[in-house]
Structures are given as C-alpha cells and as structure tokens.
Nanobody, 123 residues
Framework: QVQLVESGGGLVQAGGSLRLSCAAS????????MGWFRQAPGKEREFVAA????????RYADSVKGRFTIARDNAKITLYLQMNSLKPEDTAVYYC????????????????WGQGTQVTVSS
C-alpha cells in the first residue's frame, strides 16, 4: 500500500519561504515521476511541479516558475518543494503524488496521493 505523507506547511508572510516534504513508502518509486499539486478554497486542484525519476527533469506551472523548486532524494524516498517569494495566492492545500506509470515523462496522470499540507500566506 503506497503511502505519501506531506509535511512542512504552515503560516508565512508574503515574501517568505517554506519547504514542503513528502515521505513515500509502501512501493517502488525510483522509476516513477512525482509531482506537487495544490487546491485553494473553492477552486479545482491544479498542477504545481513535477520531477522525473532520473536526470532531474522538471516541469513547473507558470505561476510558480522562478519561485518554487522541486527536488527528490531517491535514497530517502522523499520529495521536496522549496517555495520562495510566497504570495497570498499561493495559499492552498498542497499534495504530493506519484505518477501512474513507470518511466513516463512527463507523467500523464497520477495514481497515488497524500493527504495534503496546508500553506497559508498572509499579506
């Protein structure tokens, strides 16, 4: 049973930084892309960033390019999202996810999701 547990969310002022982590267990992740998504109140879940299983290939939503950095540590089976220059519009619940198919880049869909961690950015 795949388990993804996010942490690192919290309340931060605009312009501040947070680092989210996602600890994965119960599966084989070394050949799967992983990603971060977010969902703000009253809005649909949206893509934030994705990273491949090798060579460090990444993709970002236009809204976070240049401010957020996705990374993974395959030895620790952990996914990260470094968020800098945070804005009030970044306020959302952030979810990590594992791609449905191994060795697919970019991933077309995701099969496993965490429970999410709340990020609140005050103005």
């Amino acid at each position: 049973q795949v388990q993804l547990v996010e942490s690192g969310g919290g309340l931060v002022q605009a312009g501040g930084s947070l680092r989210l982590s996602c600890a994965a267990s119960g599966g084989t992740f070394s050949t799967y892309a992983m990603g971060w998504f977010r969902q703000a109140p009253g809005k649909e879940r949206e893509f934030v960033a994705a990273i491949s299983w090798n060579f460090g290939r990444t993709r970002y939503a236009d809204s976070v390019k240049g401010r957020f950095t996705i990374a993974r540590d395959n030895a620790k089976i952990t996914l990260y999202l470094q968020m800098n220059s945070l804005k009030p519009e970044d306020t959302a619940v952030y979810y990590c996810a594992v791609a449905r198919r191994a060795r697919e880049w970019p991933p077309l869909d995701y099969a496993s999701w965490g429970q999410g961690t709340q990020v609140t950015v005050s103005s």
